[in-house]
């Protein structure tokens, strides 16, 4: 192992960040909270980023694409190809801080290549995820690999949540509880901050005359997109109802969304239901969120939820369930509602119940709907907290801690 405990209180550590997504390419919680990271670590260290895809511009930012050796093979078996090379480009570094299974080669190989320690940040988990098998096949093997042999051999881990610290533990047994920390995601709320403009709500055709129930997501099971469409059928006829949902994770998926989408529409005033597909930027996001009467996140599988964190952020209601991380952030009754859910032990998320887990969730959005007086105390509250409790220069010096325990 290096020499670093001299640094452990300077500038001069050097820590290298893992990961696939870095801006601007980045379509999940991991890529947003990757960007908030770097920035309020650079104050307190040497960052540097090692991400996937196109060059960066950004200095101290190195992006590395995949093995044209590897093309056509399993997505697993070239992200993999992809960590390797990220492991050498980690020399010189005093630790090396992965996150999500993608990098979690990269760290650990880097971990052993160089004799630095590994930090690892769980934002979500593989084995709560068994639907991926539809989308990596056999690669889904590889990418449990990756995430097991990092955690377990990690010097610290790192949960976004208490829900997710409990996660880690029940599915790696082996890691030492001392070596499980919760730092929580975190939000920028400068940046997430009510727009009042109404350009982008006019440009999508939502209607500022009638509620509107908001939903920000990737089409993927863990999102739980299907029973909100289907719970979206009870809600007051002039509600609006605007998903900005893209990027499926299958075909499978992407077709189940469109089969309800159509028969929400069928069953609906056409108009009420605007679905936007390609990723909107960020400050467009802000302004939908801004207007929506509620938020809703139907998640089955949320370690946190950081863009209900976004949707408070912009003093809007959030109607979420009650599963992983999400209680720890929405305050139940105050912010918003949770939604209650029994879930099936087999790591899929899915309800026992799911007739039950559709009708509560359109229960909650309709009292909201119904009452947007309270809905608008709801997101001014959920304002106040997002701001009291999340912010990113907190979590900074949180991660900088856990940085200090392992050197």
């Known amino acids: 192992m290096t020499d670093s405990r001299s640094k452990s209180h300077g500038t001069d550590l050097r820590v290298d960040l893992l ?3 870095y801006p601007p390419e980045v379509y999940g919680g991991a890529g947003v909270h ?3 990271l770097a920035r309020d670590l650079r104050p307190l260290a040497d960052v540097r980023v090692h991400c996937f895809g196109a060059e960066r511009d950004e200095p101290g930012v190195t992006a590395y694409p995949e093995p044209a050796e590897l093309a056509g093979a399993n997505a697993a078996l070239r992200t993999m190809g992809v960590n390797l090379a990220m492991a050498a480009g980690c020399e010189g570094t005093d630790i090396v801080h992965s996150h999500t299974w993608y990098a979690n080669f990269a760290g650990h190989t880097a971990k052993l290549l160089h004799g630095v320690p590994h930090v690892v940040t769980t934002h979500s988990l593989e084995p709560l995820r068994p639907w991926k098998a539809e989308q990596l096949g056999g690669g889904y093997a590889l990418s449990s690999f990756c995430e097991r042999t990092a955690i377990e051999s990690a010097d610290a881990v790192i949960a976004v949540s208490g829900g997710m610290r409990r996660d880690v533990l029940a599915a790696y047994p082996s890691v030492d509880p001392d070596k499980v920390s919760v730092v929580y995601n975190g939000i920028d709320t ?13 440009r ?6 009638r509620p509107s129930v908001v939903f920000v997501g990737r089409i993927t099971r863990q999102k739980g997109l299907p029973y909100l469409l289907r719970a979206c059928h009870d809600l007051p006829p002039e509600t609006q109802i605007v998903l900005l949902a893209g990027a499926p994770d299958t075909k499978e998926i992407a077709a189940e969304v469109e089969g309800l989408a159509i028969q929400l529409r069928n069953a609906r005033d056409p108009q009420g239901v605007i679905w936007v597909q390609e990723m909107l930027p960020k400050h467009e996001v802000v302004q939908v969120l801004t207007h929506a009467t509620v938020f809703v996140c ?10 209900n964190l976004e949707a408070m952020a912009c003093e809007t209601a ?3 369930t009650a599963t992983g991380g999400i209680p720890e952030v929405v ?4 912010t918003g509602v949770l939604v209650p859910i029994e879930q099936v032990t087999d790591g899929t998320g899915t309800p026992v119940d799911p007739d039950r887990f559709v009708a509560d969730l359109a229960t909650a959005m309709s009292k909201l709907i119904k009452d947007p007086a309270r809905a608008a105390e709801m997101g001014l509250a959920g304002r106040r907290r997002a701001v009291e409790k999340f912010s990113w220069s907190r979590i900074a010096v949180d991660t900088l801690e856990v940085y200090r325990s392992v050197l």
């Open 19 to 21: 990961t696939r997504e």
């Open 204 to 209: 999508l055709g939502i209607d500022l005359n």
């Open 34 to 36: 990757l960007e908030y």
């Open 331 to 334: 305050a139940d009754g105050e």
């Open 318 to 320: 959030v109607v979420a």
């Open 298 to 307: 139907p998640s089955v599988y949320e370690p946190m939820g950081i863009v």
């Open 190 to 202: 400068e940046q997430y901050a009510p727009d009042r403009g109404t350009d982008v709500i006019e």
